[in-house]
């Protein structure tokens, strides 16, 4: 069965499921950043997921990109899956700005987190999951629907 991995879920807030990928916001307010884990249990690697899921992965990761951009109009949209503290396939999709406190540097290791007052925090879940609404397949979903 399908979990998050735990560092997933304590930085991470739910925001729904697309065909093949959980989506979740990340907690730290500095950067707008989504994240997309796909649901198949125990996976490491893109490469290991099948053919047509790995179709799935890229356009689902390619529409959450052009979201972001038509929502954020950023200077750069990053994407990475990195999982060296996360060995779950988890994929980062983060808004860049040339006026952030990292830029153009990565993000990682930069400066530290800076959590969302959980006010703004379910405002901005709640932002995102009506962004996502607009694609096909994404159905919203929060801790309260029971899933990780």
Same mark, same amino acid.
């Given at each position: 069965?399908?979990?998050?991995?735990?560092?997933?879920?304590?930085?991470?807030?739910?925001?729904?499921?697309? $065909?093949?990928?959980?989506?979740? !916001?990340?907690?730290?307010?500095?950067?707008?950043?989504?994240?997309?884990? $796909? =649901?198949?249990?125990?996976?490491?690697?893109?490469?290991? !997921?099948?053919?047509?899921?790995? +179709?799935?992965?890229?356009?689902?990761?390619?529409?959450?990109?052009? !979201?972001?951009? &038509?929502?954020?109009?950023?200077?750069?949209?990053?994407? #990475?899956?990195?999982?060296?503290?996360?060995?779950?396939?988890?994929?980062?999709?983060? *808004?860049?700005?040339? %006026?952030?406190? *990292?830029? $153009?540097?990565?993000?990682? #290791?930069?400066?530290?987190?800076?959590?969302?007052?959980?006010?703004?925090? &379910? +405002?901005?879940?709640?932002?995102? =999951? *009506?962004? !996502?609404? =607009?694609? %096909?397949?994404?159905?919203?979903?929060?801790?309260?629907? #029971?899933?990780?």
């Amino acid at each position: 069965m399908f979990e998050l991995h735990p560092r997933l879920v304590a930085d991470t807030r739910l925001l729904g499921d697309l $065909p093949l990928c959980r989506v979740l !916001l990340a907690k730290d307010s500095q950067y707008p950043w989504l994240i997309l884990v $796909p =649901r198949v249990t125990n996976l490491r690697e893109i490469h290991h !997921l099948a053919p047509e899921q790995q +179709q799935q992965l890229m356009q689902e990761s390619c529409a959450v990109a052009s !979201l972001m951009e &038509q929502a954020l109009n950023p200077d750069k949209i990053n994407i #990475g899956a990195l999982g060296n503290l996360v060995p779950q396939l988890h994929v980062h999709h983060v *808004a860049r700005f040339t %006026t952030d406190k *990292a830029w $153009p540097g990565p993000i990682w #290791g930069a400066h530290p987190s800076v959590p969302y007052e959980p006010q703004v925090l &379910q +405002q901005q879940a709640d932002i995102w =999951r *009506a962004r !996502l609404a =607009r694609l %096909t397949g994404f159905t919203p979903l929060t801790a309260d629907n #029971g899933v990780n």
